[in-house]
């Protein structure tokens, strides 16, 4: 059975910055697109970046680009999100997701998903 674990959330000050990371326990962690979500109370989960298995090329939400940095490690199965600069509305579960696309478009395209880990940004 697939398992992501997320871990390294918590509460930071406004300005602040965070490093997430997600375990995965799966054979050829290598072939798929790692990607990271966020989701508060009440709205559907946002989309803030991937890693493509294919180049390692990466793509981000507008909302978190120059911010957020995602990369990963094929010898350790895990994958990070490096956040830097948090704001207030950085606040909530952030969740990583593998897709065996390169390049996927759509939450649909991903097979597996983590639990979550809560970050809150307050002063």
């Known amino acids: 059975q697939v398992q992501l674990v997320e871990s390294g959330g918590g509460l930071v000050q406004p300005g602040g910055s965070l490093r997430l990371s997600c375990a995965a326990s799966?054979?050829?962690?290598?072939?798929?697109?790692i990607a990271w979500f966020r989701q508060v109370p009440g709205k559907g989960r946002e989309f803030l970046g991937y890693?493509?298995?294919?180049?390692?090329?990466?793509t981000y939400a507008d909302s978190v680009r120059d911010r957020f940095t995602i990369s990963r490690n094929n010898v350790e199965n895990e994958a990070y999100l490096q956040m830097n600069s948090l704001k207030r509305e950085d606040t909530g579960s952030y969740y990583c997701a593998l897709s065996g696309r390169s390049r996927p478009s759509v939450t649909s395209e991903y097979s597996y998903w983590g639990q979550g880990t809560q970050v809150t940004v307050s002063s």
């Open positions: 799966l054979r050829d962690f290598r072939l798929y697109t």
């Open positions: 890693i493509s298995y294919r180049d390692g090329r990466k």
